[in-house]
């Protein structure tokens, strides 16, 4: 399968500040990459779904202007989680998506955020 | 609203025996199945995929899909104490878009 990296694998930030974070798929192109949440003991959340060159597309009760995403490149796609609270405190992985069916996706390793 | 249902479990097996996991799906025009498993703490890895009905074997694992029924499980063969962890069933509703079931954790016992 395919192989996709996040950088960075956690990071602590304080109540107020941003932090990016980094999915590259590292050998192939991906078209289409999509952000996920994950909370202790629950189940997978799509964010949002991530096209190379144009808009995200996010799901309903994900706000637009707080989780920012770029996919500038068919490698590379970037979450931007603005102004982090304690409650956005969580498990984000992203997944590349095969651009033919059976469409899978392949999972990066996740980044652990905590917002002091 | 598409969903996708497992038993949240725990399933517990032996070491050595069968484990048989479960899931069904609403979607009648879901076309593609997948099989994540993933250890706690880390994120899902892809097992198996199918979209014809019937089984696809891989290794110790197979997976089966009935269309009519609106189901699809996963069978690990001499299951291992490595195996322990919690499996997600994965439909693909359209628009490469996955729905994923909350997941099976499975307990296998040396």
């Known amino acids: 399968g395919a192989v996709v990296s996040q950088h960075p694998s956690w990071v602590i930030c304080k109540s107020g500040t941003s932090v990016k974070i980094e999915c590259r798929s590292l050998?192939?192109?991906?078209?289409?990459m999509f952000w996920y949440r994950q909370f202790p003991k629950q189940s997978l959340m799509l964010m949002a779904t991530s096209n190379e060159g144009s808009k995200a597309t996010y799901e309903q009760g994900v706000e637009k202007d707080k989780f920012l995403i770029n996919h500038a490149s068919l490698t590379l796609s970037t979450l931007t989680v603005t102004s982090a609270h304690p409650e956005d405190s969580s498990f984000y992985i992203c997944?590349?998506?095969?651009?033919?069916?059976?469409?899978?996706?392949?999972f990066g390793p996740g980044t652990r955020l905590t917002v002091t | 609203q598409k969903e996708v249902e497992q038993n949240s479990g725990p399933l517990s097996v032996p070491e050595g025996a069968i484990a048989s996991l479960n899931c069904t799906y609403s979607d009648r025009g879901s076309q593609s199945f997948f099989w994540y498993r993933q250890y706690s703490g880390k994120s899902p890895e892809l097992i198996m995929s199918?979209?014809?009905?019937g089984d696809k074997e891989d290794g110790r694992f197979t997976a089966q899909l009935n269309k009519a029924s609106q189901y699809v499980s996963l069978l690990i063969r001499d299951s291992q104490p490595s195996d322990s962890a919690t499996y997600l069933c994965a439909v693909n509703t359209g628009f490469q878009k996955l729905v994923f079931g909350t997941g099976t954790r499975l307990l296998v016992s040396p």
């Open positions: 050998d192939f192109q991906a078209t289409t």
């Open positions: 199918i979209y014809s009905n």
């Open positions: 997944s590349a998506g095969a651009s033919e069916a059976p469409y899978e996706q392949y």
